[in-house]
């Protein structure tokens, strides 16, 4: 703090080249791989490009198209579903987990690494591993009819009623863990004084999960819901790895579909469309980060 | 002490509910051992449910990738073992190119963490130490820049490196992950490294110690925590990644690790032995990370979200 105000009286003399340097290699790097493109990226999006001949202006074309195409509304139904499903769900068994796992005891170092590890997995392993038990003579199946529910054994990931909730259980076993560990650190930080006031209060353990733990919850809960929602946007190994969006688009997310339409239709311009949708949805959840990091940055 | 205390006031309230006699004093100390004990047993009975559920694909996957194919073949991959091998995971890492995709894995990833976590602390050092202009806004930046989804990014990365005539290359994978990456490592390192008391930083310029040794000698050593963590993280990040891989590179034998299970799949459809040898495979390095590494990797990711 003493070095930041003496450092301010004489701000525009004091920075040496070097320190400049540490910043602006770094910037230029991410200039370069990140910034410039994502310029070019809302350009394309304008344009109807092979990726051979030079991209021709289209204007708002590739969006009007997007209101005709059948394929973008499914995936983008399912990309609002996935966000649903796949963040309420990863948000509230987190919560549970962590509430279940809060306490220092015997063993539970155990429990927290056995719901921690597929976090560690790839997804591309993950699906695989899941794959293995979605198969028709798979351990899901199998499972089925040994407890006499044989009428609901299932092609899981053949079948476009099923596809899609088939690919977002692997996603959930992973990311359950995650969404603990970062509920863990926020219970961590509650006071105890403030259980103990309420205990004494009378409040039972509902009253005192409704009263202290959400509300003391609240900026954790801000990050989870940041993490999932970007999480999900970016979504992609699990559904590629898994079915690439089928049978018949049933499981396609703007992910999947963005990633077919500019790398296998080499339809550049359209694809290029499709990620501004993605990056439209996730612009606000982008800003409320910056903005609550900003705040801190102070 | 607190918890005496509330023990007793919990007693207290259930003694004027009950309007307990003296006698009745002691009749609800008895229970509460045992209550204890049901409520441990069955803490140890959910807890331990749930993570025998959440281990249970881990080791299935390990149970199929050392049976033979014949076995899976006969009773389906769902049943249980009647066979052991080790022939899936030969396949796989002969056979299926895993040995040299995890090559490639390894070559991509550790370059790509040491730069971007070395280039990363210099940024953040420059901008919590001195009194740069627009610090904020720059730090804003770089973070914002790690926010975009990827999607965005794509069809222009992967035409800027074949204009740069790296596409297909290493080199333009590791170019674009640190490029992407940076921008988060120098927001979580900035929280780390502005926290470090500045009278540390004056005590070295006093000595006469010049940017390069306050950063190298003084800071980078006290950030070590976060950067650990940070490491630690990121390995399995970029380690796991997919989406940047396919994208630049094109030739099957560049592919790193999750690529290449992906061409697996495609390849030995069915031979569940090889693909689960092959997940077995992928996901070794960073289990192994995790296994060492635990506190770091966990601290890491509160690191980035919390602060």
Do not use: C
Request: zero cysteines; hydrophobic letters at 55%.
């Amino acid at each position: 703090m003493v070095l930041i105000g003496s450092a301010r009286r004489s701000r525009a003399t004091r920075v040496p080249p070097v320190v400049l340097a540490f910043v602006l290699v770094p910037l230029l790097a991410e200039v370069f791989w990140v910034f410039w493109p994502a310029l070019q990226g809302f350009y394309l999006s304008l344009t109807s490009w092979d990726g051979l001949a030079a991209p021709k202006f289209v204007g708002l074309g590739n969006f009007s198209e997007m209101l005709h195409d059948a394929v973008f509304r499914t995936a983008a139904i399912n990309t609002v579903l996935w966000l649903l499903l796949f963040g309420g769900l990863s948000a509230a068994l987190g919560l549970g987990a962590a509430l279940l796992l809060q306490q220092e005891r015997r063993g539970i170092g155990f429990y927290r690494a056995a719901l921690f590890l597929p976090v560690v997995f790839s997804l591309v392993a993950t699906a695989l591993v899941w794959q293995a038990m979605y198969q028709p003579d798979g351990l899901i199946n199998n499972v089925l009819e040994s407890v006499g529910l044989g009428g609901w054994k299932h092609a899981w990931l053949a079948d476009q009623d099923t596809a899609f909730y088939a690919v977002i259980v692997p996603a959930l076993w992973r990311q359950v863990g995650y969404v603990m560990v970062l509920y863990l650190a926020g219970l961590k930080g509650i006071d105890p004084a403030l259980y103990e006031a309420a205990k004494v209060d009378g409040a039972t353990r509902l009253q005192q999960f409704r009263h202290i733990t959400l509300p003391q919850l609240r900026s954790v809960n801000a990050v989870v819901l940041s993490v999932i929602v970007i999480d999900s946007l970016r979504s992609f190994d699990v559904v590629w790895a898994l079915t690439r969006g089928g049978p018949y688009h049933s499981s396609e997310l703007l992910s999947t579909y963005m990633y077919s339409t500019a790398f296998q239709s080499l339809r550049l311009g359209y694809g290029s469309a499709l990620a501004v949708v993605i990056f439209v949805l996730a612009f606000g959840v982008i800003v409320s980060y910056l903005v609550r990091a900003f705040r801190e940055a102070d | 002490m607190t918890a005496t205390h509330t023990t007793a006031h919990v007693k207290n309230a259930g003694g004027v509910a009950g309007q307990a006699g003296p006698g009745n004093a002691a009749a609800p100390r008895r229970p509460a051992p045992r209550g204890r004990a049901l409520r441990t047993t069955g803490f140890h009975l959910t807890a331990g449910l749930l993570s025998a559920l959440w281990l249970l694909p881990i080791v299935l996957v390990l149970v199929t990738s050392t049976r033979t194919f014949d076995d899976i073949a006969a009773h389906g991959v769902g049943s249980r073992p009647h066979s052991f091998t080790f022939d899936g995971f030969r396949q796989a890492w002969v056979d299926g190119g895993q040995q040299r995709a995890l090559i490639n894995s390894m070559l991509v990833t550790v370059p790509t963490v040491l730069l971007s976590l070395g280039l990363a602390s210099m940024a953040a050092f420059a901008l919590s130490r001195y009194a740069l202009p627009f610090r904020r806004v720059l730090l804003l930046l770089m973070l914002g820049g790690n926010l975009l989804p990827p999607q965005i990014l794509l069809i222009p990365v992967s035409k800027l490196s074949e204009l740069l005539g790296i596409h297909d290359q290493l080199y333009a994978l590791i170019g674009v992950q640190v490029g992407f990456g940076v921008g988060f490592y120098v927001f979580v390192l900035h929280g780390f490294m502005r926290a470090i008391p500045g009278e540390i930083q004056q005590a070295a310029v006093i000595d006469g110690a010049n940017p390069w040794q306050i950063y190298w000698r003084v800071i980078l050593p006290l950030a070590r925590p976060a950067l650990a963590a940070l490491s630690a993280l990121s390995f399995t990040w970029i380690f796991n990644d997919l989406l940047w891989a396919i994208t630049v590179l094109r030739t099957d034998t560049r592919m790193p690790i999750t690529a290449s299970l992906i061409g697996l799949q495609g390849q030995y459809v069915s031979m569940w032995n090889v693909i689960a040898a092959g997940s077995v495979i992928a996901a070794a390095p960073t289990v192994a990370v995790f296994l060492r590494f635990q506190r770091h990797f966990v601290a890491g990711l509160n690191l980035g979200a919390v602060k």
